[in-house]
């Protein structure tokens, strides 16, 4: 069974948007990869991260200018920071197919497999990349820098080299753990970009849009309420924001107030610093 998947496929572009043309996804993958997600899927609806957002979007406007891929970009940051999210905004942005690789147990058979199928232009997005087997990643040192593979047939006397041309594709690798990066790798990477925990008034921002995506009305002291014991990550404020959603529809009409929002978190034993009795 193989360890990679397309996440969507675009059709022809259409007009619209601030950063150039957009695509409407129709496929199947695409439709689950954002339907009833609360990520932003372009960079004008992206909040925070503002020196990574700047660099990635000039790297964008060169690479249309150019009609080329983007280099390839290193994400490195903690958990639930949207490392998933920017690599999947990149790729609309570039009006690209997306293409996510799973590294647990990862072949070269499987690498080479999915760098054959990437289009021009395609991104090819590995999450904890530093968990790739040394034989595997040593493949992608000659598909990153001079999209060409050679591969070996045959053992012995017998044996001989092929080496099969790539489309240029740009590589999105993410890690937790940006000192686990071999030089050789890191070395390849044209950008580097680190996502950093967020401040309570920006995940206060995030609460609420994710709130009107999902039709709530919350006041804004209960958005920074549950920002304020989200530990400044994004994923653990969207998740206590469903939680209180779920307390509001119950015990209260369903307008998320901070008398609410204290007592569902509360009862889901968060504390003021966002611990809870696991931690």
């Not at 572009?13 to 993958?29: D, F, L, R, T």
């Not at 954002?34 to 060169?62: C, E, H, M, N």
């Not at 040593?138 to 001079?146: G, R, T």
């Not at 921002?205 to 400044?232: F, P, W």
């Amino acid at each position: 069974k193989p360890s990679y998947t397309p996440t969507y496929t675009p059709p022809s572009p259409v007009s619209g948007g601030s950063s150039g043309a957009k695509n409407s996804y129709n496929g199947q993958k695409g439709a689950e990869a954002f339907t009833g997600s609360l990520s932003p899927r372009w960079l004008s609806d992206y909040i925070g991260q503002p020196q990574a957002v700047t660099a990635v979007k000039d790297l964008i406007d060169a690479a249309r200018l150019k009609d080329s891929a983007l280099p390839h970009i290193i994400l490195y940051g903690s958990h639930g920071l949207g490392k998933s999210t920017f690599s999947k905004i990149i790729a609309n942005e570039m009006g690209s197919n997306f293409f996510e690789m799973n590294v647990t147990n990862a072949t070269p058979a499987e690498m080479i497999a999915i760098l054959k199928q990437l289009g021009p232009r395609d991104i090819l997005f590995i999450d904890e990349i530093h968990r790739l087997s040394p034989i595997v990643e040593e493949y992608l040192y000659s598909a990153m820098e001079d999209f060409k593979i050679d591969i070996v047939l045959d053992k012995g006397p017998a044996a001989r080299s092929i080496q099969i041309e790539l489309a240029p594709f740009t590589l999105v690798g993410a890690t937790t753990r940006s000192g686990l990066l071999t030089s050789p790798l890191r070395a390849r990477f044209g950008i580097t970009c680190h996502l950093e925990y967020y401040d309570a008034p920006v995940l206060a921002n995030i609460v609420k849009r994710s709130a009107s995506i999902l039709d709530i009305s919350i006041d804004d002291d209960a958005a920074l309420e549950i920002a304020l014991r989200s530990r400044g990550t994004p994923r653990i404020a969207n998740a206590l924001l469903r939680r209180v959603r779920d307390f509001a529809m119950v015990e209260g009409e369903g307008h998320i107030d901070i008398d609410i929002t204290r007592v569902a978190l509360a009862a889901l034993n968060i504390d003021a610093r966002g611990l809870d009795q696991m931690d």
